[in-house]
């Protein structure tokens, strides 16, 4: 049974940081591809970051590009989201994700990923 665990959310101030964790069990961690997508109230879940199964390609999206970076430990079966000068506009649930793909390339596209954890809330105040 596939299980994704994310952990590392919370309240921070405008320019503060956070990490994410994610923490997957039941899989061959280091044959999937990850990433991180965040829904905010009211609004559709969309594309934060990614990472290839070695970790050699990673994407962002331009939101978060410059402030967000993906890495992954695969002897940990964990994939980290450090988050950097954070803005209320961050303010959401964020979700990690796992495909199983051979090629070491990331993807931001939802519809690819074929497990999800439940979610870590964050929260930037102003």
């Known amino acids: 049974q596939v299980q994704l665990v994310e952990s590392g959310g919370g309240l921070v101030q405008a320019g503060g940081s956070l990490r994410l964790s994610c923490a997957a069990s039941?899989?061959?961690?280091?044959?999937?591809?990850m990433g991180w997508f965040r829904q905010a109230p009211g609004k559709e879940r969309e594309f934060a970051a990614a990472i290839s199964w070695s970790g050699g390609h990673t994407l962002y999206a331009d939101s978060v590009e410059g402030r967000f970076t993906i890495a992954r430990d695969n002897t940990r079966n964990t994939v980290y989201l450090h988050l950097n000068s954070l803005k209320p506009e961050d303010t959401a649930v964020y979700y990690c994700?796992?495909?199983?793909?051979?090629?070491?390339?990331?993807?931001?596209?939802?519809?690819?990923?074929?497990?999800w954890g439940q979610g870590t809330q964050v929260t930037v105040s102003s």
């Open positions: 039941g899989l061959i961690f280091s044959r999937y591809r």
């Open positions: 994700a796992a495909d199983f793909f051979e090629s070491d390339i990331a993807t931001p596209l939802q519809h690819l990923y074929d497990y």
